[in-house]
């Protein structure tokens, strides 16, 4: 069964360093999506990603986060300077379309630790 | 806000017994989901059920939904050790077009063998 792949699993940084977590959606999936979950708190929609173009995001993807789609298969979340606040588990999703009726199909998550 | 809250927080059953989570949430929305998330690790999606449907149904789970109380439950039959998880319902937003999935806290379940 095709699921989403993340890399890394886990990721140690600096505050003030730049980190791109990565992920691998569902071949046949259009829209794409990054959430985060800090410990112990609810799963958070960060942003989504159609055609291209970001086609929704949160209050919390300030300009300090960017997404892209490099290549036909990555999809990319960079933090440009960490903070500590930023210390949580990030999810990529996808789904083959939007929301009327499609799953969001979650990968395993990116630990990401903001020293 | 437009999502409310799982109950129970937290729930410990003996293997073999049912577990019942309820959700519920505060606007019109299109679809519910239920996701599974064992400790530190990936969401599940285990069922979606749509706005004009009630119940649904996927192997020892069932799904509930009532619009008109904007609530949903989920019910897990003859309950296994490797059901311990957190339990969470997603929604999404019915006006709007949006895609988003807004999430509750979460059942945090406990099945003792």
């Known amino acids: 069964e095709p699921e989403v792949t993340q890399t890394p699993s886990h990721q140690v940084t600096q505050m003030g360093q730049e980190v791109i977590l990565r992920c691998v959606p569902i071949?046949?999936?259009?829209?794409f999506y990054w959430y985060r979950q800090i410990l112990g708190q609810k799963v958070e929609f960060l942003v989504s990603f159609y055609n291209n173009e970001i086609s929704e995001k949160s209050e919390i993807f300030d300009d300090q986060f960017s997404v892209e789609r490099p290549d036909g298969s990555n999809f990319t979340l960079k933090i440009r300077s960490t903070k500590l606040e930023d210390s949580a588990m990030y999810f990529c999703?996808?789904?083959?379309?939007?929301?009327?009726?499609?799953?969001?199909?979650f990968g395993p998550g990116t630990r990401l630790l903001v020293l | 806000s437009q999502q409310g809250e799982e109950d129970p927080q937290a729930l410990s059953i003996q293997e073999g017994e049912n577990a019942t989570m309820n959700c519920s949430y505060k606007?019109?929305?299109?679809?519910l989901q239920w996701y599974r998330q064992n400790s530190g690790r990936g969401l599940v999606h285990l069922i979606l059920?749509?706005?004009?449907?009630r119940e649904k149904h996927s192997g020892r789970l069932r799904v509930t939904l009532d619009t008109s109380k904007k609530s949903s439950s989920l019910l897990i039959t003859a309950s296994r050790a490797a059901d311990t998880a957190s339990y969470f319902c997603a929604t999404d937003a019915a006006q709007g077009g949006s895609e988003k999935l807004v999430f509750g806290k979460g059942t945090k379940l406990t099945v003792n063998p």
């Open positions: 071949s046949n999936h259009l829209y």
């Open positions: 999703a996808s789904s083959r379309g939007s929301l009327f009726g499609e799953t969001q199909y």
């Open positions: 059920i749509r706005s004009n449907e």
């Open positions: 606007t019109s929305i299109n679809n």
